[in-house]
C-alpha cells in the first residue's frame, strides 16, 4: 500500500453529514472527500492522497505544469464549491495543496485554531463573494496621415501634444470612474479587499481588482449597484466585468497562512 497524506480542502461550519454519491471527485488519484469533526459543529474536509503524486519531491516539478496546476485547481475548487452551496454551510476555503500527514495531525493543528475559524466563521455567514474587475479600454490605433499629404511642423507638435493630453484625461476620467465604482460597492459590502497583486509582466493592469463579501440577502442590491457602476465606467471609458459568487478566498487569507 502506498504512503499517502491528508489533503485539506476546507473546513466546513453546519455540516453535519456527507453524500459520497454527490461531492464531486476531487483531484486526480484521491480518495473520495469524507469529514473529520473538530467540534459538534466543524469539521474539516479532507481526502486521502497518495505522495508518489503529492509528495513534496513530486511536487515541485508538477508545480511547473500549469496544465496539471489547473487540473487539480479546478477539482479543488469543485468539492469546495459544493459545500457553499449547502443550506446552512458556511465554508472557509483552504489553499490548494494543504497537506497533513494524518487525520490525526489534521484534526490536532485545526482544533488549536478553533477560536479563530470560529472568528472567520462569524464574518463569512450567510455571505459570499464577488469579484469586480476595471479595465481601460484598448486605445485605437491612430490614422496615419497619408504619404505626400504635407503638415508644417507647428501643426504636428500640435497635434501630438493634444493627443497626449487628451490620452491624459481619458486615463484621469477612467481612473475616477474605477474609483468610485470602488466606493460605492464597498458600501453594500461586509468587507471589501483590493487585489494589487498584478504580474509585473501585465501589459495594461487593471484599474481596479477588487473582491467584495456580500450578504447573500443584498446580492439583488449588489448586482444592480454593478450594472449602475458599470455603466458609469463606461461613459469614462472603462471596462468593468464581474464574477461570483465564489468562495470567500479572498476573505481568510491572514488565517489560512496562520495555520
Not at 481526502?47 to 487540473?71: I, M, S
Not at 442590491?221 to 470567500?248: D, K
Request: hydrophobic share 45%; glycine share 6%.
Amino acid at each position: 500500500m502506498s504512503a499517502t497524506a491528508i489533503y485539506v480542502y476546507c473546513v466546513v461550519r453546519g455540516a453535519k453529514s456527507l453524500a459520497p454519491a454527490r461531492v464531486p471527485h476531487g483531484l486526480p488519484g484521491s480518495s473520495a472527500a469524507s469529514l473529520v469533526p473538530l467540534s459538534p459543529s466543524v469539521s474539516l474536509v479532507v481526502a486521502e492522497v497518495p505522495l508518489e503524486l503529492y509528495g513534496a519531491e513530486k511536487l515541485e516539478p508538477a508545480l511547473r505544469d500549469l496544465d496539471w496546476v489547473g487540473t487539480v485547481a479546478v477539482a479543488h475548487e469543485a468539492v469546495v464549491e459544493y459545500f457553499v452551496r449547502q443550506s446552512g454551510v458556511t465554508v472557509i476555503p483552504m489553499k490548494l495543496f494543504t497537506m497533513f500527514s494524518s487525520r490525526a495531525r489534521a484534526a490536532a493543528e485545526m482544533k488549536r485554531r478553533l477560536r479563530e475559524l470560529e472568528q472567520v466563521f462569524a464574518r463569512l455567514r450567510g455571505c459570499e463573494e464577488w469579484g469586480v474587475r476595471v479595465a481601460g479600454r484598448r486605445e485605437a490605433p491612430r490614422t496615419k496621415r497619408p504619404p505626400g499629404v504635407a503638415a508644417s511642423g507647428t501643426a504636428f507638435l500640435t497635434a501630438r501634444k493634444r493627443a497626449r493630453d487628451q490620452a491624459r484625461e481619458d486615463i484621469r476620467l477612467a481612473a475616477e470612474a474605477a474609483e468610485a465604482a470602488y466606493d460605492v460597492l464597498a458600501a453594500h459590502a461586509r468587507d471589501s479587499r483590493r487585489r494589487d497583486d498584478v504580474p509585473d509582466a501585465a501589459s495594461a493592469p487593471p484599474l481596479l481588482d477588487a473582491a467584495f463579501l456580500i450578504p447573500a440577502s443584498s446580492r439583488a442590491r449588489f448586482r444592480a449597484a454593478t450594472r449602475r457602476a458599470a455603466a458609469a465606467c463606461a461613459q469614462a471609458g472603462a471596462a468593468m466585468t464581474v464574477s461570483g459568487p465564489w468562495p470567500a478566498y479572498n476573505f481568510v487569507d491572514a488565517q489560512r497562512e496562520a495555520l
